[in-house]
């Protein structure tokens, strides 16, 4: 038989969706399934999209532009613009997701062998896109008990090599939550210009900021426009995911050129959710303030009922719409399991997302989990309530030593 490749091997599992099996048989059980562990907005899709929709008139429906519909792009930069984020359609790529866009700018800058330097926990699909490119992901972890800030830029600096190409930040912050300072920034900035690297920066969660400091986003900062590679999607600010609609932004000529190559390479991204995607950038200013104010309770009310329950502890999330828990238990991945494979609380469960999937540095968040906050309030209390009673079910069968 044939072998596998290396690079497949080494590919890991999401975290966010290796126990979709196991939550897909506790349905079948007859189970109530609280899906907290990946961020698919339950939010309705702004009307304008699918007005879109239906009003699509095309008798054909053709290949896009490898780059993506220009009145898409023309469209985004208008919306930058409201952000003070000054780019033409010429620096917008658009892309199958935020997703490809990573994968697209790893792999336009990154040789075999590369290292990015990330802050962890983070998103878990970048080391995905960093084994794809042949790349290192190199890590600086931050701590819950400090509310996931920044590293110190010192241990960022010891971390450099000659193999050192770029560094990557989500800001707001997936998994944590967390929001960047303008001083966390202005020091990531100085550390891209001495040392002439990359700054790829996932903002697609940017409209979800719930601290009076201005969002703050990389192509804000003067000196390094042609160091920063902005990684942006319509699917948590719109609530439609499944359009696959994303971006990838730069204004260094000399990449975008390499980004093209790729794209055309894989043809187009999908044109109906371009279609969808450019009328949804005109969601009124309401439909967009109720979604800010929903997920603004919805924080505040999980936030509130994880902390009262014993053992555990969360910080409060400045944006996005996750958070970081610790849990006492001393295997966060088999905890989640369990929750799924047996135990249930008057026909319910949770399912979560072990943190550890976040972290490249072995043994880090064996306590933790990711909970994603996309229920309405009413359900977000039922499955706390269900969490507080697995984890006393299972503090009763691993007592903890």
């Excluded at 371009?274 to 009328?279: G, S």
């Excluded at 999980?302 to 849990?327: E, K």
């Excluded at 989990?369 to 969490?387: C, D, H, K, P, Q």
Aim: aromatic share 10%; charged share 25%; glycine share 6%.
């Amino acid at each position: 038989m044939p072998q596998v490749s290396h690079r497949g091997e080494e590919m890991p599992a999401s975290p966010i969706r290796r126990l979709v099996p196991l939550a897909d048989k506790a349905v079948a059980r007859g189970i109530k399934v609280y899906r907290l562990n990946i961020g698919q907005p339950d939010v309705p899709t702004p009307p304008e999209a699918f007005e879109a929709l239906k009003k699509i008139d095309r008798k054909v429906l053709e290949y896009s532009p490898s780059a993506g519909l220009l009145s898409l792009r023309q469209k985004l930069c208008e919306y930058y613009r409201r952000f003070h984020i000054d780019v033409e359609a010429d620096d917008v790529i658009i892309t199958t997701g935020g997703s490809e866009a990573v994968l697209f700018a790893f792999m336009s800058c990154l040789d075999p062998g590369d290292e990015i330097i990330v802050p962890e926990p983070s998103y878990a699909n970048y080391m995905a896109f960093a084994i794809s490119a042949g790349a290192k992901i190199v890590t600086v972890p931050s701590t819950i008990d400090d509310g996931f800030e920044l590293p110190p830029v010192e241990k960022f600096e010891a971390l450099i090599s000659p193999r050192t190409k770029g560094i990557l930040i989500c800001n707001p912050n997936n998994p944590t939550g967390y929001l960047y300072t303008m001083k966390e920034m202005l020091q990531i900035r100085d550390l891209v210009k001495r040392h002439d690297l990359f700054l790829f920066s996932d903002e697609v969660y940017r409209e979800f900021c719930y601290t009076g400091a201005p969002y703050i986003s990389a192509l804000h900062l003067p000196g390094i426009e042609n160091n920063v590679v902005l990684i942006d999607s319509v699917s948590k600010r719109y609530n439609e995911c499944g359009i696959r609609v994303g971006a990838l932004i730069t204004k260094n000529a000399a990449l975008r050129k390499c980004v093209m190559k790729f794209c055309q390479a894989r043809l187009s991204p999908p044109l109906v959710g371009q279609i969808v995607a450019e009328a949804s950038i005109d969601a009124s200013p309401d439909y967009m303030l109720a979604t800010y104010n929903e997920y603004v309770e919805r924080r505040k009310f999980l936030v509130d009922r994880i902390n009262r329950i014993p053992g555990c502890y969360t910080p409060i999330p400045m944006g996005a719409f996750y958070t970081v828990v610790r849990l006492p238990v001393d295997d966060a991945d088999d905890f989640c399991r369990w929750c799924l494979e047996e135990f249930d609380y008057e026909g319910q469960t949770v399912f979560m997302a072990p943190a550890s999937g976040f972290y490249t540095t072995p043994g880090l968040g064996r306590d933790e989990v990711r909970i994603a906050y996309v229920l309405n309030r009413e359900e977000l209390g039922r499955a706390m309530t269900v969490l507080e009673h697995a984890l006393a079910a299972y503090a009763e069968l691993h007592p903890r030593i």
